[in-house]
C-alpha cells in the first residue's frame, strides 16, 4: 500500500493525551512552540527598561546527581525480577552515554505484510457482511487465506 | 601544605579564605570561605599560572563552577555550610568543575531530582500524602503514574511503598513527587511490590553503595536471587525468596557502614559456605 496521502489528522486530535505517548520529544516541543505562539501575543508586558543581572559564574546546586555517577536505584540480581533487570541495562546505559540499540521499538509493520494481511482481512471481513449468496464465493486458499474468488453475478438483461 | 593544626590555629587567629584546590579531600568546617582557582593568581603573588594567557588583567575569564550540597555561594567565594571533606569533579564538557562537601547525616531534606521510596500516610481527593523522612509529607498527585487517567486511577492504597522522584523541593513550598518521567514514561518507578523489607541507612551509605563501582553490591549479589531499591532518603527496600534471606541481607547492608573490607570478605565467605 504505497501511501502519497498520508491523512491529514486535524490538531485537536494530536493534541490528545493517546497521541502524545508515541510522540518524540521533538514533535512534542514543536507542538508546545506552535501553542505558545498563538498564546503570546496575547499576552500583557511591563514596557520597562531592563535590568541588568549581576553576572555570577558560581551556581548553586543542592542535588548529589551532578556530583557522583550514581547507579539506577533499582537493583535486580540473578534474575529474581527480570523487567529490573532490564530497566538496570537501559538506565545505567543512559548514564555512561551509550548508544542503547534496543531503543527503536518496532512499532511499524513491514508493507508485505500490511498487504498480506490486508488480503485476508478484506476476505474475512467480507465474508460476515456478504449474503449467504454470496458467502460461497469465498473459497479457502491452500494457506487457509480467503479470497473471494468468482465475479457476482449480475442480472442479464433479455436481448430480444 | 603545613599540618592541621597549625592551619587551624592560623584559621582561627586570621579569618583568611584558603584556596579550594588546596584543601580537596580535606576536612573543612562550616563557616571557612573558599577561593576558586581563577582568584588564587589575584591574591597571592606569583599564582601557580592557572591562566597563563590574559588579555586584561582585571577580567576574569567566567567558567561556570558549580557549588554543590554543603557549600554556598557567598559573593565570589564558596562558603562551607556542612562539615565533612572537600571534594571536586572535573566535568566532561565545558564548564568548570563541581564542588561539595561529603558529609554524613541521617536526616533528609527533599531535592528536586531525588529517587525516593515513600509511605503513602493519605488519601485525600486527588493526591496522596506520602512520607519520605523529610519535614513534611509529599504530595503525589494520582494523574502522576504511568497510563493514568482521571477514570483510569491508579492502584494506591495507605501503606504502600512507592518510589518516585520530587518535581517541586524547596524550602518554601510542600515537595512534590511524581512517578514518570519528563516524557510521561514510569521507568521503574511507581508502585513498589508485595513482600520484602525497608529500613533506614545513613544517606552517605546510599551514596556509597550506588557508586559506579562499589564491591558490596557486587559481592551481594551473587549470593542469591534478590532485589533491591535504593531511595535517596536513606530507606533500602529488599526482598529475596525467603524471609531469612532477606533478614541477611538487611543486616549485611545494614552493617556493612561500619566494617573494613578484609571483615566484609570474611563474612561473605562464611554465608557463601553455609
Request: hydrophobic share 35%; proline share 4%; aromatic share 6%.
Amino acid at each position: 500500500m504505497a501511501a502519497e496521502h498520508k491523512t491529514k489528522l486535524s490538531k485537536n486530535l494530536l493534541r490528545m493525551k493517546f497521541m502524545q505517548r508515541g510522540l518524540d520529544s521533538e514533535t512534542k516541543k514543536q507542538l508546545e512552540e506552535e501553542e505558545k505562539k498563538i498564546i503570546s501575543e496575547e499576552h500583557w508586558y511591563l514596557d520597562l527598561p531592563e535590568l541588568k543581572e549581576k553576572e555570577s559564574f558560581i551556581i548553586e546546586e543542592q542535588s548529589f546527581l551532578l556530583c557522583e555517577d550514581l547507579l539506577y536505584g533499582r537493583m535486580s540480581f540473578r534474575g529474581f525480577n527480570p523487567e529490573v533487570e532490564k530497566l538496570m541495562l537501559q538506565m545505567n546505559a543512559k548514564n555512561k552515554e551509550e548508544v542503547v540499540e534496543d531503543e527503536t521499538v518496532e512499532l511499524d509493520v513491514s508493507d508485505e505484510e500490511m498487504a498480506r494481511r490486508y488480503e485476508t482481512l478484506v476476505g474475512t471481513i467480507g465474508k460476515k457482511f456478504a449474503k449467504k449468496r454470496d458467502r460461497a464465493n469465498y473459497e479457502e486458499d491452500e494457506n487457509g487465506d480467503i479470497k473471494p474468488v468468482k465475479a457476482k453475478k449480475m442480472f442479464l438483461k433479455p436481448q430480444d | 601544605m603545613a599540618e592541621a593544626a597549625g592551619v587551624a590555629a592560623e584559621f582561627f587567629a586570621s579569618n583568611r579564605a584558603r584556596a579550594a584546590r588546596a584543601v580537596l579531600d580535606q576536612v573543612v568546617l562550616p563557616g571557612e570561605e573558599l577561593l576558586l582557582p581563577e582568584q588564587e593568581d589575584g591574591e597571592g603573588p606569583g599564582g601557580a599560572g592557572e591562566r597563563p594567557l590574559r588579555l586584561n588583567a582585571g577580567a576574569r575569564s567566567r567558567v561556570r563552577v558549580v557549588c554543590g550540597p554543603g557549600l554556598r555561594r557567598c559573593g565570589d567565594r564558596l562558603l562551607v555550610t556542612k562539615c565533612g571533606r572537600l571534594r571536586h569533579r572535573e566535568p566532561g564538557g565545558g564548564g568548570g568543575g563541581v564542588y561539595w562537601v561529603d558529609s554524613q547525616q541521617k536526616r533528609y531534606v527533599p531535592v528536586k531530582g531525588d529517587h525516593v521510596i515513600g509511605i503513602v500516610t493519605a488519601k485525600s481527593g486527588d493526591i496522596f500524602k506520602v512520607d519520605v523522612g523529610g519535614s513534611e509529607p509529599a504530595s503525589l498527585s494520582y494523574l502522576a503514574f504511568e497510563g493514568a487517567t482521571k477514570r483510569n486511577r491508579p492502584n494506591v492504597q495507605v501503606g504502600d511503598l512507592i518510589y518516585g522522584q520530587f518535581v517541586v523541593a524547596n524550602k518554601d513550598m510542600e515537595p512534590e513527587m511524581v512517578c514518570i518521567d519528563s516524557c510521561g514514561r514510569a521507568n521503574g518507578m511507581g508502585v513498589i511490590g508485595q513482600d520484602g523489607l525497608l529500613f533506614k541507612v545513613t544517606l552517605g551509605l546510599i551514596r556509597k553503595l550506588l557508586a559506579p563501582d562499589c564491591e558490596i553490591l557486587q559481592e551481594v549479589g551473587k549470593l542469591y536471587p534478590l532485589e533491591i531499591v535504593f531511595g535517596m532518603n536513606g530507606r533500602i527496600w529488599v526482598k529475596a525468596k525467603t524471609i531469612q534471606q532477606t533478614l541477611i541481607l538487611a543486616n549485611i547492608l545494614e552493617a556493612c557502614e561500619h566494617m573494613t573490607a578484609d571483615q566484609r570478605k570474611q563474612i561473605f565467605s562464611r554465608l557463601a559456605e553455609s
